[in-house]
């Protein structure tokens, strides 16, 4: 089984987990939205991945978008109620959590790699 089927069969705890570990690795973070233009009143989850190719396969029809690791922390303090939705794999499994939960261990995993 090569990578790609491997998380995205996994459970969506271990895709979580990936996605905080690769993340703070590549130090990109990839959306189904543009960064520059969330409204962040909006309620809708923002839906991320820790790399394209998990988000082109999920979203085939959506452009795809990328922001720097840091940037993204600065938008989950700005929303620390945000409901983020984790490394979805296209069939009914991710991981929803809130901005402020994410956004701790996304800082605890860099502070391990910086």
């Given at each position: 089984?090569?990578?790609?089927?491997?998380?995205?069969?996994?459970?969506?705890?271990?895709?979580?987990?990936?996605?905080?570990?690769?993340?703070?690795?590549?130090?990109?973070v990839w959306l189904?939205?543009?960064?520059?233009?969330?409204?962040?009143?909006?309620?809708?989850?923002?839906?991320?991945?820790?790399?394209?190719?998990?988000?082109?396969?999920?979203?085939?029809?959506?452009?795809?978008?990328?922001?720097?690791?840091?940037?993204?922390?600065?938008?989950?303090?700005?929303?620390?109620?945000?409901?983020?939705?984790i490394f979805p794999?296209?069939?009914?499994?991710?991981?929803?959590?809130?901005?402020?939960?994410?956004?701790?261990?996304?800082?605890?995993?860099?502070?391990?790699?910086?």
């Amino acid at each position: 089984m090569n990578k790609f089927e491997g998380l995205m069969n996994v459970h969506p705890r271990k895709r979580y987990k990936s996605f905080v570990n690769t993340v703070a690795d590549t130090e990109q973070v990839w959306l189904d939205c543009d960064p520059s233009q969330l409204v962040l009143t909006e309620q809708q989850p923002i839906t991320v991945w820790p790399e394209e190719m998990f988000a082109s396969a999920v979203c085939p029809d959506k452009a795809i978008y990328s922001i720097e690791v840091h940037e993204f922390c600065e938008l989950l303090i700005a929303n620390p109620n945000r409901l983020i939705r984790i490394f979805p794999n296209g069939k009914d499994q991710q991981v929803d959590t809130t901005a402020d939960v994410l956004l701790a261990d996304i800082k605890e995993e860099l502070d391990l790699v910086e």
